[in-house]
């Protein structure tokens, strides 16, 4: 069975400090792969998408990046953190099919102080 | 550019029905999507609906579907406690992804 793994669960950093979340995914091969990020009355908001490795997909201009060095791997990153980054920031996967029924992490809680 | 709408709040009683409802504006999209989050946690997908169908039903669920008004909607029948929580629309056009709604918070109380 398929099974996604996302960390940490909670994150404080302080402003200007970097970032690196992580999103990986086991038995499964090629996945789309998504970090969004929820922010409280806005929503699920699209951060980036790929769809294979070294394919990144920036949905908005914002002060974070994202890579996938391999195939079942995702990161996202930044190198200084803002105050508006704080958010809850979700990982998911989907088979890439035109039914895309996405399958979500836990999320990551960052708080930026 | 894709964009999917829904109200943010909606309150019912135990028993009640509950109708949550989604407009979008990509008239390319080939499925629409109910997914729901509980507290703390991912979201999970509850139904979806091909965009050549205008309705579709899975046991408390009814999604209905007004491609001409670009209007979704879901109704939870029996609506139970154990319903509360987030959901959220989305869409997709291409393989390649999904655009979400902003979510409605349905508190059911007893």
């Known amino acids: 069975s398929q099974t996604i793994h996302q960390w940490p669960a909670t994150l404080v950093q302080p402003v200007g400090s970097p970032l690196s979340l992580e999103c990986t995914v086991e038995g499964t091969s090629n996945p789309n792969l998504y970090w969004y990020r929820q922010a409280a009355g806005r929503g699920l908001q699209l951060l980036f998408y790929s769809v294979g490795i070294g394919q990144i997909s920036s949905e908005v201009p914002q002060n974070l990046s994202a890579s996938r060095p391999q195939d079942r791997q995702f990161i996202l990153s930044s190198k200084k953190l803002l105050l508006s980054d704080s958010g809850f920031y979700l990982c998911?996967?989907?088979?890439?099919?035109?039914?895309?029924?996405?399958?979500f992490g836990q999320g990551t809680r960052l708080t930026v102080v | 550019g894709e964009d999917v709408e829904q109200s943010l709040f909606l309150s019912v009683r135990e028993g009640d029905s509950s109708v949550i409802n989604c407009t979008y504006t990509?008239?390319?999209?080939?499925?629409l999507y109910w997914y729901k989050q509980e507290p703390g946690a991912g979201l999970q997908l509850l139904t979806y609906i091909f965009s050549n169908m205008d309705m579709k039903q899975d046991q408390r669920l009814t999604v209905l579907l007004n491609k001409k008004d670009k209007h979704l909607s879901l109704r939870i029948a029996d609506t139970q406690t154990g319903d509360s929580a987030i959901y959220f629309c989305?869409?997709?056009?291409?393989?390649?992804?999904?655009?979400f709604g902003t979510g409605t918070r349905l508190l059911v109380s007893p």
């Open positions: 998911a996967w989907d088979r890439g099919q035109s039914i895309l029924e996405a399958f």
């Open positions: 990509d008239s390319s999209s080939t499925y």
């Open positions: 989305a869409e997709s056009s291409s393989f390649q992804k999904l655009v």
